[in-house]
């Protein structure tokens, strides 16, 4: 077993860019324990005046929309160009194991076989959005170890992706041509929070369809408010597979980072994701500690128990539990 590394060695491991220290450092913030808990945040303390200059980019889309296909070769292209780039891959967690079960890091074999790149499968650990619970945490380590571009890829099982526009600069919808509404229904939730709208796999026979596809999105983006001020939301076609659009497509993301920093937008986006973590954080902390007070968790057997029975209304039931825990309003 690995011995345990002091905050000094880990924040000289992270700001070296050492991948092993790196991952050991997102690890710990992951990490349930108390003390990883508090080696983590000291941590992420010492390294945030090193944070915040990178591109953060998310990407969501249907299953089958060839996510990690298109990241791989967008990445190897920013690898080119002499960027460096992490890829934070969010995976449903297995119920059985607690565990990612995609295993996106082995399907982008030739990315993680860069130097300049950096692989981070994480378990989604049941969180909505789409997004790990410490996907935020990731993000500032990776940028600290002086990568120039993040990119979180998102279940994209299609939940509200809300949380994931909540973290990133600019958030990529990635969509298939010729896919019927039903499979692309996660669209409607999200076209409004999308900063560009790639349609992949245009390639072969599929280039009329990606082509009217576009014209479609584009249309419909006419009935929506922009995702941000000034930004007319772009629909682009694209074939990761034979690695055509891409370079346009990046093109985009740096016109829309031009545009935030321009307006000051991105300092405001970066504020606001830094209070919308704040509130989560101190929600989450909040559920825990009520549900750690004595007599609070057979309270909520009971009160599931009453509800079933219907001996009790769930708001009675849920009064009941708040006494419990001791927060009815004083004077009641």
Known sequence: MRPRQSLEELKEAVLAGDRGGLSRAITLAESSRSDDQ????????????????AIRVGITGVPGA????????????????????????IDPTSA???????????RMNKLSAEEDAYIRPSPSGGVLGGVARKTREAMLLCEAAGFDVIIVESVGVGQSEAELAEMVDCLML?????????????????MELADMIVVNKADGDRIPLAKRARGDYRHALRMLPP????????????SAAEGTGLAEVWESVEAHRALLEETGLLEE??????????????????????????GVEEAIESARADVDAEKATVPQATQRVIEAAGLQEEGK
């Open 38 to 53: 508090a080696l983590a945040q000291d941590l992420i303390a010492e390294l945030l005046p090193g944070t915040g200059k």
């Open 66 to 89: 060839g996510k990690s296909t298109t990241i791989e070769a967008l990445g190897l292209q920013l690898i080119g160009q002499g960027k460096k780039v992490a890829v934070l891959v």
């Open 96 to 106: 059985r194991t607690g565990g990612s079960i995609l295993g996106d890091k082995t």
């Open 174 to 190: 990635l969509l298939v041509p010729g896919a019927g509404d039903e499979l692309q229904g996660i669209k409607r939730g999200i």
């Open 227 to 238: 995702s941000t001020p000034g930004w007319e939301t772009p629909v682009q076609i694209a």
């Open 269 to 294: 986006r970066r504020r606001h994701q830094t209070e919308r973590w704040l509130d989560s954080m101190i929600e989450e902390a909040v559920l825990a500690a009520v549900h750690s007070r004595r």
